[in-house]
């Protein structure tokens, strides 16, 4: 018997070897710090630390990847380009501010308004730096104000005799460009003040905004052209808790232009957009399809508020390019905009570009629900004449308007609880004045 109970033990630990011990989690290692001024960047905040910073970025990225830190300072920087395992902070009182002298930043092959190109870099840039992260709570102002000037003497300029001007044909760098990266984190971090578009994202996955100041000025100078997000070819984008005021329209969806765009490989849809607890101050439009689109779906805003006088949805629609908008919510907005929705002709830079085809857009299942307030006017839906509009609904929506008016031509559209100025919206195809097609500033 005591040799029996001798061995026991024996038994018992050849029994539990045949199932490993669970091994506790190991946290992974925070990324290494690489500290802008460690490799030469001054806070002399009118030395330009373009090479400091990149040397900062290259060193990250050849230990096998860290977090580039931006210190408490105004370090001034022209094009930065960030590279796989390599991610962005900017500590409480740091500013990246951009340079205003356009030969800071390269030409590269890009992307911009719909199309393939070469285009000046923009201040943060990343091409497919999986898992790239941006996080405040400091500052990146794009130093915008040469560029604005520039931008409207030229127009001007061309107005004078007779000549129109686009948006390329003064050059000025976005702000951020993020270009093939999944898994992206832009967080509590300001953006303020870019040349052109404050965060360009195209042909990303998962990315999420959150907690985000997005400014650019109305006045003394406008800040032409600075979008504040544009997501171009994505798919599962989240932008919530942000504050957004820019010169141009707030989140837009992008994805390509012209009579073949969707035959062409670096165009494609955007899909599967939440925004939420959001508030829009001045822009040209907090939510956007356009102008350069071919088919957005699975658009979500909701718990948002605004404070401005322009459209809360606007669809802006190319007569020469096959454009999808379908399967879009809005629910729980409140206060103060332009329209509710404006689906409207958007001709800026027409260009069939010799083809023989007859593009035309198609929206359908739209639902705008729990909206409360006070607009301008309550809705324009008077597209392109070979537009395809159905299913449009307004649900639980209450509106007070200067103009009863309401330009709508299409049958399609239902309302089930809504009041204009306190009475029943009920007919399904409104009345009003024909309106002229909206124009960029």
Not at 248 to 265: E, H, R
């Amino acid at each position: 018997m005591k040799a029996l109970l001798a061995l026991l033990p024996v038994g018992l630990t050849a029994f539990l070897l045949r199932f490993p011990a669970a091994i506790p989690p190991q946290k992974e290692a925070a990324p290494k710090d690489y500290v802008i001024t460690q490799f030469g960047a001054s806070t002399d905040s009118t030395t330009l630390n373009t090479e400091a910073i990149q040397r900062a970025i290259d060193k990250a990225n050849a230990d096998g990847g860290g977090t580039v830190v931006i210190p408490k300072g105004v370090f001034l920087s022209g094009a930065l380009f960030f590279k796989p395992r390599t991610q962005l902070r900017l500590q409480e009182g740091a500013k990246l501010k951009g340079s205003d002298n356009i030969g800071d930043y390269p030409l590269v092959p890009s992307r911009m308004e719909g199309q393939k190109l070469d285009y000046y870099a923009a201040l943060v840039n990343a091409y497919q730096v999986n898992g790239f992260r941006v996080t405040g709570p400091g500052t990146i102002d794009g130093n915008g104000l040469r560029f604005w000037k520039s931008f409207w003497a030229h127009r001007d300029s061309m107005q004078k005799v007779g000549k129109s001007s686009t948006n390329l044909e003064v050059h000025r760098p976005r702000l951020l460009f993020i270009w093939g990266c999944d898994n992206v984190t832009i967080e509590k971090v300001k953006l303020h003040n870019a040349g052109f578009w404050t965060t360009h994202l195209y042909q990303c996955n998962n990315v999420l905004l959150e907690g985000c100041d997005i400014r650019s000025p109305f006045r003394p100078v406008k800040a032409p052209s600075t979008d504040a997000v544009d997501i171009d070819v994505c798919k599962k984008v989240t932008i919530r808790n942000c504050y957004i005021s820019v010169n141009d329209d707030g989140i837009v969806m992008k994805g390509g232009k012209g009579p073949n765009a969707q035959q062409l490989p670096e165009n494609g849809p955007v899909e599967d957009i939440l925004v939420e607890n959001c508030t829009f101050g001045e822009v040209h439009a907090a939510i956007t399809c356009g102008s350069e689109c071919i088919h957005a779906n699975r658009i979500t805003v909701r718990n948002c508020k605004v404070d401005n006088d322009r459209p809360l949805l606007l669809f802006k629609m190319r007569p020469d390019t096959y454009q999808l908008y379908e399967n879009i919510t809005v629910e729980n907005v409140t206060g103060r905009c332009g329209t509710i929705v404006t689906l409207s002709p958007w001709t800026q830079f027409f260009n069939l570009a010799g083809s023989t085809e007859k593009p035309f857009g198609t929206i359908r299942n739209i639902t705008i629900s729990k909206v409360k307030v006070k607009c301008k006017q309550f809705a324009v839906l008077d597209g392109n004449p070979t537009d395809k509009v159905s299913n449009i609904t307004f649900k639980n929506v209450q509106a007070t308007a200067e103009t009863a008016a309401f330009p709508n031509k299409y049958p399609d559209v239902k309302f089930t609880n809504v009041t204009l100025n306190g009475a029943p919206l009920k007919a399904a195809k409104g009345e009003g004045p024909a309106v002229n097609p909206l124009k960029p500033d």
